[in-house]
């Protein structure tokens, strides 16, 4: 049984900083996608960053150059630091993983950046 667990949500002033893990349950981490997504309240899941098996990545046009994600193979675990908050990064984030169509979900952390 797969399971993603998030860490690290809390509450910030904005321009502060805050990391996020997701630890992956179950075997062959390193052969999955990881991503980030967030949900706001009234708005739909967006795409936040992803960084795929082999390390490349990609990130939303709202977090591009403030958010890094990164991964560590050895520990299952997928990372998001993200820096410059800003009250609209206020949201519930979400981790996933993908392989061959199968896609797993956390239960989310929620982020808060007070202005």
């Known amino acids: 049984q797969v399971q993603l667990v998030e860490s690290g949500g809390g509450l910030v002033q904005a321009g502060g900083s805050l990391r996020l893990s997701c630890v992956r349950s179950?075997?062959?981490?390193?052969?999955?996608?990881m991503g980030w997504y967030r949900q706001a309240p009234g708005k739909q899941r967006e795409l936040v960053a992803l960084i795929t098996s082999v390390g490349s990545t990609n990130y939303g046009d709202s977090v591009k150059g403030r958010f890094t994600i990164s991964r560590d193979n050895a520990k299952n675990t997928v990372y998001l630091q993200m820096n410059s908050l800003k009250p609209e990064d206020t949201a519930v984030y979400y981790c996933?993983?993908?392989?061959?169509?199968?896609?797993?979900w956390g239960q989310g952390t929620q982020v808060t950046v007070s202005s």
């Open positions: 996933k993983s993908e392989r061959f169509g199968n896609i797993y």
């Open positions: 179950g075997s062959a981490f390193s052969f999955n996608h």
